[in-house]
């Protein structure tokens, strides 16, 4: 797999389901429909579909996900939460890793 780097372009996967939480959060639906999934879900009580709650941060970024290169939504981050999300490019390289490889988002 390709490393990431700020000048790639995140896009969020077209099948992909989200809504928005009480508090604005962002919710990724994700339904576990594998064979594995199914496995997990007889033996281990998995449930068949999981919903992933981003904090305020990772909301933010997902709204910023737009086209934009990751180091323009670098910015946007620091305008947003300023010194608080410093390393602001370190951390958002490991945030759309993680997103890329739960096959939320592909890189571009």
């Not at 370190?90 to 739960?102: I, N, Q, S, V």
């Amino acid at each position: 797999m390709k490393k990431i780097t700020a000048e790639n372009i995140p896009m969020i996967r077209e099948d992909l389901c989200t809504e928005t939480d009480d508090s604005g959060g962002v919710v990724i639906i994700m339904h576990n429909s594998g064979i594995f999934d199914r496995l997990a879900q007889r033996l281990l009580g998995k449930p068949k579909v999981s919903h992933i709650h981003l904090d305020e941060t990772g909301s933010f970024v997902w709204r910023c996900i737009d086209g934009s290169s990751i180091s323009d939504i670098g910015e946007r981050v620091k305008a947003r939460f300023g010194s608080g999300a410093e390393p602001v490019y370190g951390r958002l390289l490991m945030f759309f890793e993680t997103l890329r490889e739960c096959g939320f988002v592909e890189i571009k």
